[in-house]
């Protein structure tokens, strides 16, 4: 059985992701705050009738959660965050042609293996949050202006148990809202995959399409993720 915070870490990734979707839909006045809070709702609704089909037909579950995040999140920016150097500007420029598009393919490919790998990792962890209860607890409004925001958020778990996550929100040149990373407690997502890659094209030497080909979400969930 996977630990507290994987399954945290799973439902909440959903949410956001759902959250995302309302607002790059929404007017852009509309902050990132009373999006998330109607979202919560709407991504608890899916969990709840999951039950019902999720032994028999699991890929349905995969597939409407996966056609949510489709639509709000930046997979390809995802990947190359998680890339980060190896896939930056600056090294894309310093390459040849030649490198340049083995960069973009690699990329590519990465896109799909994060986005995939994703999906059938965390979707599943929503399962365990059917009926729990979320509240934003932010001291402040976020500015209408602000390019970034972080929104805090408590979630109520069995017994007494309450976990905080902070949902860091960027704005779009477009005024839309998007995801850009998601801290559980004391687990930044982001940053840790980031980190293993990093240490992954170390230990193969800067070969980027090795550790690409080699990327596997479920085995390099980090140890506090993966615990029993």
């Known amino acids: 059985m996977k630990s507290v915070k ?3 870490t799973s439902a909440l990734f959903g949410l956001l992701s759902l959250a995302v979707t309302s607002i790059t839909t929404a007017n852009e006045a509309t902050g990132p705050t009373p999006i998330i809070e109607s979202t919560t709702s709407q991504i608890m609704t899916i969990v709840g009738e999951a039950p019902d089909y999720f032994d028999t037909d699991p890929d349905r579950f995969y597939s409407e959660i996966g056609s949510v995040l489709d639509k709000t999140i930046d997979w390809r920016g995802f990947a190359k965050g998680v890339m980060g150097e190896y896939a930056s500007n600056a090294r894309y420029r310093s390459l040849d042609d030649g490198g340049r598009k083995a960069l973009i393919e690699q990329l590519d490919s990465f896109t ?4 995939s790998g994703l999906i059938r990792t965390y979707a599943k962890g929503l399962l365990a949050f059917s009926g729990s209860k979320f509240e934003i607890v932010d001291d402040e ?9 972080s929104i805090t958020q408590l979630v109520y778990g069995s017994g007494d148990r309450t976990y905080t996550v902070r949902y860091q929100m960027g704005r779009s040149r477009d005024g839309s809202w998007r ?4 801290i559980v407690a004391d687990i930044n997502l982001g940053q840790i995959y980031q980190n293993q890659f990093a240490a992954a094209a170390k230990s193969a030497n800067g070969d980027v399409g090795k550790v690409v080909a080699e990327w596997d979400i479920s085995a390099n969930l980090p140890e506090d993720l993966d615990s029993e």
């Open 141 to 149: 409004a976020v500015d209408p202006n602000a390019r970034s925001a």
């Open 6 to 8: 994987v399954m945290i």
């Open 179 to 182: 995801l850009r990373n998601l």
């Open 112 to 115: 799909d293996i994060m986005k």
